[in-house]
């Protein structure tokens, strides 16, 4: 006798246990030998696997306090026993028989002796163990069946039984426990679901109930039964069982040896009662089920166990031999059949002491270093070794090869499969089950020709196959093969070999005493015992696979393993599991460790370009006293950070700041954040800015708080409008009488919202805020000067800048348009804005020369709908004041005529939607929008592929030259976000009077009522000489840009441009007089004292950055308050010129 294992419970699981619990009191084993039960003195339930994987413990529940915070009283049992098949399990409370009166049978059982009946499930592997090649978990009991596969939408059926009964799980392989062992696992593709539960046919379970074996198919879409006698089959896909038809038949018939599926057919070691015969029988799937339609073949002794693998059955029988059948698939008739031959039998009596002891018996593929070779991955199919767990020893026994027959050409190709086996070879002890396959794949060589052991509480085994790399001739002195143990939180019940995943179930315990009043909880024993709900789980087992070769210094094999599992979705998880393991167990090791591992899992990570991500989640994830340790082993986190930042992974680089943060003094910090936070500012990642924002100002005011987590989703860089548009109220088209007396920069400064809920607060006094502010207007500065407006745009909406008064400041520097003709070019192609055209029929087209007026213009005066396209009221509410009209309708057109359009006043008409199939358009610019706030889908402006039409307009007709020049200025419109973008602009630059840049966006969307409000602007309010004579001259060279011939321009040529400039043509001449009146004057009269802190120093915010970012943001203070004095007075100054009203700006 040898001491094998034990069953043993742990301070670390249940603290105090020994106090708690007593001596052991009762042990029962199931009727299947797969399980047995424990309990103890003091209270307490426990169930095990055969050699030692704890699968239920109720200790966590029976000592805890009851949901009124009183103690609760742990059930006590005096004596247990298992039902048939190990599906029940009868206990007598130990204190019922002396202590509880005889009650009334509530649930029609008897209670008056305090008996408690629990209901298991096992797994199918417990009885027929030829389930282990297959991927899916099955689970029976003794009237339903509970699968992973099916639909997994459907909900898990009621259990049909009493009050007090519990649905535990005998063969439930997984943590059993109160919930404070959770599995680590991830669920991403197919654990945490609900059960699909197939209740058996009640028709068969009348005579045959309960269920002993069970069995599903590879594809996971049919299933098998068998009861006490007979079977039954079921399609998950049609929802149908289908029983005998002669019950006759399924009386005769018991099987002994389990079955198995065989592509459609139902393979099957039976006994015939009638004949007194054991036989094999194979029935196929889709024909009925009789006997006449089975292929029947007698067996000379009893069969204990069955087996297929491919087309092959393996049968072990009771006098110690392994029978070999070859399996062939015929067509004959109607429905097809199977035939099966004898291949080969083999002796055991030798090796077996006595037959029962047997567990599994399955044919396989593996082979051990004498056969396995990297140019022949077909043998990778073939029968190679026949594998036999004896009472938990795995025992080998492979074919052998030595012989001259695998040499000899002439013999019978089947003769292949008749070579003799060596001698057996244990492999591993306390094996519980084994998992294989016969799949090929050349990626994952290494998972599919492995072979996959449970041995219980010693947790799992892999005997890993070992290639050489690049084809190269295997070293003679290397084993072909290695066994690597691991341990896993779960209790193995399926294995899924590609997805490198081990599947299980749990038992999650619920206490219901809540349900019961005190007085109750006394009559019911019930409220005693937690009740169990089973759950699906999984586990990864790659991370340990990984560890255990890189501690036999096998790192190239871990290499090629991990390149061949990199496409899985979880492969980073994987990395980062292994990194963190191996740290918290060197990092908090008590004694020195000779030779650390974590320094090879650091160079192994750094392989994968994963090994950023990795190293600071994992951080992240652990505590910082272990931070040292593990930067010691992988790098130092400065030097990371730049890695992230040269890589462009700007999240990443987040998660190393907050490292950096708690390891490096608060001007290391500072420095990197400043990196990160202009990087993020030029790829137009807002949600990082902001968080970068809220990062440095917590440094600056020495807050110790950890910096918010980094954004899991990021936000485009380019914004569907300009999000904060929205809550605005803008309103374009006001007179131009009433410009000049709402133009007060001061007052009516309107600053935007973003996004991030609030502006964060300007405090001069604050150095960190000026430090912020500072890079924000030099990045807003070189957009502007980049003329990069929706860039700009984008930037002030979800980062909530100041950007009128900015525009302010910087109207005479950066906000000066510089170039007319290259703006143009640079917002054309940043608002995917189309250059207007001119057809060439438009030499003779009725629109020129103001021909148009008579054709369709005056009509458009005279009727009605006319106020519906020129007069667009707003729907802002803010002003109605009808708009200009486009210039399309206003060729040639007086002033007058506006004025009399104007006058009409905002009478509408209805209006009707028609597509762009219809026979008339309109398109206008005010029918593509009516004001900048007009982002709803509700709104009356045209949109897409609709445009508005009058009623009394359909009776206009146009010629061909007509409808041309109408598709051309319907093509020449840019996308409706631009529009919207552009008019947003359009009103920023406005209330900051940055007109130069009014005057490009109105020759964009070619509106002449931009135009003529600038020029009043102009002429109302005393506006500077310069911004005149800069607006001129940009007219000028956009005109010549527009007139110039291609080879003789340095841009390209636009002559769209040249009928909208000829509309505003008289305007240019005002602007040229009022030019030359500013001209005279200004050269005798001295400078306007408010003008000069603008004018003399242009460049003077420039210096002021210079002074700012010029030094390392760990500058003394004495600089930083020095440069916060000159921008606090700079800033004084700008306001008092703004207060003294040098400038008007539009109010709205």
Same mark, same amino acid.
């Given at each position: 006798m040898q001491l094998s294992h034990k069953l043993e419970l742990t301070p670390k699981q249940y603290p105090d246990i020994w106090n708690k619990t007593g001596p052991v009191k009762l042990i029962r084993w199931s009727p299947d030998s797969c399980v047995v039960m424990v309990t103890w003195e003091c209270g307490g339930l426990s169930l095990w696997s055969v050699f030692g994987a704890q699968l239920i413990c109720t200790l966590g529940g029976d000592f805890a306090y009851q949901s009124d915070g009183a103690k609760k009283d742990p059930l006590k049992i005096s004596s247990m026993t298992w039902g048939s098949e190990g599906y029940h399990l009868w206990v007598i409370d130990g204190s019922s028989s002396s202590n509880m009166k005889p009650e009334r049978d509530a649930n029609n059982k008897a209670q008056q002796f305090g008996i408690l009946q629990f209901q298991f499930i096992k797994s199918a592997l417990t009885v027929n163990p030829c389930m282990s090649n297959q991927e899916q978990v099955l689970l029976q009991g003794e009237d339903r069946l509970y699968l992973n596969c099916g639909d997994a939408t459907q909900a898990q059926s009621p259990r049909n039984t009493s009050a007090h009964s519990e649905h535990n799980h005998s063969r439930e392989r997984g943590p059993f426990s109160d919930g404070s062992l959770d599995s680590q696992g991830l669920s991403t593709?197919?654990?945490?679901?609900?059960?699909?539960?197939?209740?058996?046919?009640?028709?068969?379970?009348?005579?045959?109930?309960?269920?002993?074996?069970?069995?599903?198919?590879?594809?996971?879409?049919?299933?098998?039964?068998?009861?006490?006698?007979?079977?039954?089959?079921?399609?998950?896909?049609?929802?149908?069982?289908?029983?005998?038809?002669?019950?006759?038949?399924?009386?005769?018939?018991?099987?002994?040896?389990?079955?198995?599926?065989?592509?459609?057919?139902?393979?099957?070691?039976?006994?015939? &009662?009638?004949?007194?015969?054991?036989?094999?029988?194979?029935?196929?799937?889709?024909?009925?089920?009789?006997?006449?339609?089975?292929?029947?073949?007698?067996?000379q002794a009893d069969t204990l166990l069955l087996s297929v693998f491919r087309d092959i059955v393996i049968l072990f029988r009771a006098d110690c031999s392994i029978c070999l059948y070859s399996i062939e698939r015929r067509?004959?008739?109607?429905?097809?059949?199977?035939?099966?031959?004898?291949?080969?039998?083999?002796?055991?009596?030798?090796?077996?002491?006595?037959?029962?002891?047997?567990?599994?018996?399955?044919?396989?593929?593996?082979?051990?270093?004498?056969?396995?070779?990297?140019?022949?991955?077909?043998?990778?199919?073939?029968?190679?070794?026949?594998?036999?767990?004896?009472?938990?020893?795995?025992?080998?026994?492979?074919?052998?090869?030595?012989?001259?027959?695998?040499?000899?050409?002439?013999?019978?190709?089947?003769?292949?499969?008749?070579?003799?086996?060596?001698?057996?070879?244990?492999?591993?002890?306390?094996?519980?089950?084994?998992?294989?396959?016969c799949r090929i794949n050349k990626q994952k060589r290494h998972l599919l020709e492995a072979l996959w052991l449970s041995c219980g509480g010693a947790g799992m085994k892999v005997w890993l196959p070992l290639f050489p790399r690049d084809h190269r001739k295997p070293h003679s002195f290397l084993s072909r093969r290695i066994?690597?143990?691991?341990?896993?939180?779960?209790?193995?019940?399926?294995?899924?070999?590609?997805?490198?995943?081990?599947?299980?179930?749990?038992?999650?315990?619920?206490?219901?005493?809540?349900?019961?009043?005190?007085?109750?909880?006394?009559?019911?024993?019930?409220?005693?015992?937690?009740?169990?709900?089973?759950?699906?789980?999984?586990?990864?087992?790659?991370?340990?696979?990984?560890?255990?070769?890189?501690?036999?210094?096998?790192?190239?094999?871990?290499?090629?393993?991990?390149?061949?599992?990199?496409? &899985?979705?979880?492969?980073?998880?994987?990395?980062?599991?292994?990194?963190?393991?191996?740290?918290?167990?060197?990092?908090?090791?008590?004694?020195?460790?000779?030779?650390?591992?974590?320094?090879?899992?650091?160079?192994?990570?750094?392989?994968?370009?994963?090994?950023?991500?990795?190293?600071?989640?994992?951080?992240?994830?652990?505590?910082?006293?272990?931070?040292?340790?593990?930067?010691?082993?992988?790098?130092?986190?400065?030097?990371?950070?730049?890695?992230?930042?040269?890589?462009?992974?700007?999240?990443?680089?987040?998660?190393?700041?907050?490292?950096?943060?708690?390891?490096?003094?608060?001007?290391?910090?500072?420095?990197?954040?400043?990196?990160?936070?202009?990087?993020?500012?030029?790829?137009?990642?807002?949600?990082?800015?902001?968080?970068?924002?809220?990062?440095?100002?917590?440094?600056g005011s020495g807050e110790t708080e950890t910096p918010p987590a980094t954004p899991t989703t990021q936000e485009p860089s380019s914004s569907s409008g300009f999000e904060f548009f929205r809550h605005r109220s803008i309103s374009l088209s006001q007179s131009a009488e009433n410009l000049h007396s709402k133009f007060n920069l001061t007052k009516t400064l309107s600053m935007p919202s973003g996004p991030s809920g609030k502006r964060w607060s300007k405090d001069s006094d604050c150095a960190e805020n000026m430090y912020i502010d500072m890079m924000l207007w030099r990045h807003a500065r070189r957009l502007l000067e980049e003329i990069k407006l929706k860039d700009?745009?984008?930037?002030?909406?979800? &980062?909530?800048?100041?950007?009128?008064?900015?525009?302010?400041?910087?109207?005479?520097?950066?906000?000066?348009?510089?170039?007319?003709?290259?703006? &143009?070019?640079?917002?054309?192609?940043?608002?995917?804005?189309?250059?207007?055209?001119?057809?060439?029929?438009?030499?003779?087209?009725?629109?020129?020369?103001?021909?148009?007026?008579?054709?369709?213009?005056?009509?458009?005066?005279?009727?009605?709908?006319?106020?519906?396209?020129?007069?667009?009221?707003?729907?802002?509410?803010?002003?109605?004041?009808?708009?200009?009209?486009?210039?399309?309708?206003?060729?040639?057109?007086?002033?007058?005529?506006?004025?009399?359009?104007?006058?009409?006043g905002p009478h509408m008409q209805d209006a009707f939607l028609s597509p762009l199939l219809s026979k008339v358009f309109l398109i206008g610019d005010e029918c593509s929008i009516g004001s900048a706030t007009d982002l709803t889908e509700t709104s009356s402006m045209v949109d897409g592929d609709w445009t508005m039409v009058d009623e009394n307009f359909s009776s206009l007709?146009?010629?061909?030259?007509?409808?041309?020049?109408?598709?051309?200025?319907?093509?020449?419109?840019?996308?409706?976000?631009?529009?919207?973008?552009?008019?947003?602009?359009?009103?920023?630059?406005?209330?900051?009077?940055?007109?130069?840049?009014?005057?490009?966006?109105?020759?964009?969307?070619?509106?002449?009522?931009?135009?003529?409000?600038?020029?009043?602007?102009?002429?109302?309010?005393?506006?500077?000489?310069?911004?005149?004579?800069?607006?001129?001259?940009?007219?000028?060279?956009?005109?010549?840009?527009?007139?110039?011939?291609?080879?003789?321009?340095?841009?390209?040529?636009?002559?769209?441009?040249?009928?909208?400039?000829?509309?505003?043509?008289?305007?240019?001449?005002?602007?040229?007089?009022i030019v030359e009146e500013q001209v005279q004057p200004e050269a005798f009269q001295p400078v306007n004292p408010s003008k000069v802190p603008e004018q003399a120093n242009p460049r003077a915010e420039e210096s002021r950055t210079s002074s700012i970012h010029g030094t390392n943001p760990q500058c003394d203070a004495g600089n930083s308050s020095a440069s916060r004095h000159e921008e606090d007075k700079a800033k004084t100054e700008d306001e008092d010129s703004f207060q003294e009203g040098s400038y008007d700006c539009v109010v709205s």
């Open positions: 593709l197919l654990g945490h679901r609900h059960w699909h539960v197939v209740q058996i046919h009640s028709t068969y379970l009348e005579s045959n109930w309960p269920i002993r074996f069970s069995a599903i198919d590879k594809l996971g879409q049919n299933v098998a039964v068998v009861g006490k006698f007979g079977f039954a089959h079921y399609s998950l896909l049609t929802k149908k069982w289908k029983l005998f038809g002669n019950i006759t038949q399924e009386q005769n018939m018991m099987v002994t040896g389990g079955l198995a599926w065989w592509n459609d057919f139902i393979v099957l070691a039976c006994y015939n &009662l009638n004949d007194h015969q054991e036989e094999l029988r194979i029935y196929l799937r889709t024909s009925n089920l009789d006997n006449a339609f089975a292929h029947i073949t007698k067996v067509s004959e008739g109607l429905n097809p059949t199977a035939s099966i031959q004898v291949l080969q039998e083999v002796s055991m009596s030798r090796y077996i002491p006595h037959p029962f002891l047997v567990v599994s018996v399955t044919l396989t593929s593996v082979r051990t270093e004498t056969g396995i070779t990297l140019k022949m991955p077909q043998q990778a199919c073939e029968a190679e070794s026949i594998m036999l767990n004896l009472a938990g020893q795995l025992i080998m026994l492979q074919r052998d090869r030595s012989g001259p027959q695998i040499r000899d050409k002439d013999n019978n190709p089947n003769q292949r499969k008749h070579l003799p086996f060596c001698a057996p070879v244990v492999l591993a002890q306390s094996v519980e089950n084994v998992w294989t396959t066994m690597l143990p691991f341990h896993i939180n779960i209790y193995p019940l399926a294995v899924l070999f590609e997805d490198a995943l081990v599947l299980g179930a749990v038992n999650d315990t619920v206490l219901y005493d809540c349900l019961y009043t005190q007085t109750s909880a006394r009559e019911h024993l019930e409220v005693l015992f937690p009740f169990s709900i089973v759950e699906r789980t999984s586990q990864i087992y790659l991370h340990h696979i990984l560890r255990q070769l890189l501690v036999r210094n096998l790192g190239e094999q871990a290499l090629l393993l991990a390149h061949s599992c990199a496409t &899985l979705p979880y492969f980073p998880h994987v990395l980062e599991l292994m990194l963190h393991e191996v740290l918290e167990e060197e990092a908090t090791s008590r004694e020195p460790i000779p030779d650390p591992l974590l320094p090879t899992v650091a160079k192994f990570i750094t392989e994968f370009p994963l090994f950023l991500q990795t190293v600071v989640h994992c951080a992240r994830k652990t505590e910082y006293a272990l931070w040292n340790y593990l930067f010691a082993a992988v790098g130092n986190p400065k030097d990371l950070f730049e890695e992230c930042l040269m890589a462009q992974d700007l999240d990443t680089a987040a998660s190393y700041l907050i490292i950096l943060q708690n390891m490096e003094v608060p001007a290391v910090s500072r420095q990197h954040a400043t990196l990160l936070f202009n990087t993020a500012l030029e790829q137009g990642k807002w949600d990082l800015c902001r968080h970068m924002i809220r990062f440095l100002k917590a440094i700009l745009g984008c930037f002030a909406a979800q &980062l909530g800048f100041e950007l009128i008064g900015w525009l302010c400041k910087e109207r005479a520097r950066a906000a000066h348009v510089e170039d007319f003709v290259l703006a &143009l070019k640079k917002l054309h192609k940043d608002f995917l804005w189309p250059f207007p055209v001119i057809p060439a029929s438009s030499i003779n087209s009725p629109f020129k020369n103001g021909k148009y007026k008579t054709a369709i213009g005056e009509q458009l005066l005279k009727s009605q709908s006319a106020d519906t396209f020129v007069n667009m009221e707003m729907d802002t509410g803010v002003s109605n004041t009808p708009r200009s009209r486009s210039w399309l309708g206003t060729v040639s057109c007086s002033q007058r005529e506006i004025d009399t359009v104007s006058s009409h007709s146009l010629t061909q030259s007509e409808l041309e020049h109408l598709s051309l200025e319907l093509a020449s419109k840019g996308p409706h976000k631009s529009q919207v973008q552009l008019r947003y602009l359009l009103h920023i630059f406005m209330e900051a009077g940055c007109l130069d840049w009014c005057v490009v966006i109105g020759l964009i969307l070619r509106e002449s009522s931009v135009i003529n409000q600038v020029f009043s602007i102009m002429q109302s309010a005393d506006i500077d000489g310069e911004i005149c004579q800069n607006i001129k001259t940009g007219l000028h060279a956009v005109d010549k840009w527009a007139s110039t011939d291609c080879a003789l321009s340095h841009y390209l040529p636009s002559p769209g441009y040249k009928p909208f400039l000829n509309i505003i043509k008289p305007q240019i001449q005002k602007l040229n007089e």
